[in-house]
């Protein structure tokens, strides 16, 4: 990494990143310095799309981390339904059972398993009032961990769900956020939007909004994908530099140009090489399909849909 995978952006506080090269993932541990009670943002449970088989090495980084550090998981938080990989949520907090840490989301979840369950005509499996997860985050609610404190603020466009995490310090302020797949690093871009239920006009607004923070705010992004020009990876940015640098929604790209540069954009991108297992299992929270009489499980692929 070209930035170290520990940061301190205040004195109450400490994040680490875990960098997974499969997905361009980052996955991240908040914790709190007073009481070592810590947040899992974005957990990867990895897929080899060819044979079916998954496996934990991605979430194993962050379990061994947190034991190494001693500390307690008393959140599990997801910026949104991941199209890119699958969520290791449930495979981390069964490692921990003693923590019984929530996972959560935002409250638009529901309107996300409501498109994609009639996708994959799993309609039964999904239960009411997006209860596959713990928590709800409804736009400005803020969660405690320990003496650290962190405000949901709802970011659709991405999807109707998208959330961005802002660690607020002692007076308030914001700290550090993470922003999900609104924003990538300066010279990436944006997030797609060309996935059910994405808006363009909704991401660039939500961007503007992140970018109204103070400038010396930290980003911390959910996906790297270096370009071909040698660089490390990275995984924070600031509002300034983005402001200044970034190549789709710098100060001065009007909403009009964006949309249009957006949806050009999208309809040259191919799918996401996990999305169809990776959602059907991202709308329940990480919960893999249902064990059929033999203990046998199966992933939908949705035919002609897309």
């Not at 938080?77 to 981390?92: C, G, I, K, N």
């Not at 961005?164 to 797949?181: E, H, K, N, Q, R």
């Not at 100060?251 to 191919?270: H, I, K, Y």
Request: net charge negative.
């Amino acid at each position: 990494m070209e930035t170290p995978a520990t940061a301190r952006f205040a004195a109450s506080f400490s994040v680490h990143a875990f960098y997974d090269e499969a997905t361009g993932t980052v996955s991240y541990v908040l914790h709190d310095h007073a009481t070592r009670l810590a947040a899992v943002i974005d957990p990867v449970w990895d897929l080899n799309a060819k044979s079916g088989r998954t496996s934990t090495q991605s979430a194993q980084k962050l379990l061994k981390h947190l034991q190494s550090e001693q500390l307690r998981l008393a959140w599990v938080l997801e910026t949104h339904a991941h199209a890119d990989h699958l969520s290791a949520a449930q495979w981390l907090r069964a490692q921990m059972p003693h923590q019984a840490a929530p996972v959560a989301i935002g409250a638009h979840i529901t309107t996300v398993q409501k498109v994609f369950a009639s996708i994959y005509g799993i309609e039964s499996a999904i239960e009411p009032g997006g209860a596959d997860f713990d928590r709800l985050l409804a736009d400005g609610e803020v969660l405690a961990l320990g003496k650290t404190s962190i405000r949901a603020v709802s970011v659709p466009g991405h999807t109707p769900a998208d959330l961005a995490y802002v660690v607020l310090s002692a007076d308030g302020a914001a700290a550090a956020i993470f922003v999900g797949d609104t924003l990538f690093m300066p010279d990436v871009g944006t997030a797609r939007c060309d996935f059910p239920g994405g808006d363009a006009h909704a991401l660039y607004q939500s961007i503007r909004k992140l970018l109204a923070y103070p400038g010396h705010t930290p980003l911390l992004v959910c996906h790297d994908y270096p370009p071909a020009t040698g660089r490390a990876m990275r995984w924070h940015t600031t509002v300034a530099e983005q402001r200044a640098h970034n190549i789709h929604v710098h100060d001065g790209v009007s909403e009009a140009d964006f949309v249009q540069m957006r949806q050009a954009r999208d309809a040259t991108l191919d799918m996401p090489a996990l999305m169809l297992p990776a959602v059907q299992v991202n709308i329940r929270a990480g919960k893999l399909p249902e064990a059929d009489a033999q203990g046998r499980r199966f992933f939908k692929l949705p035919i002609n849909r897309f």
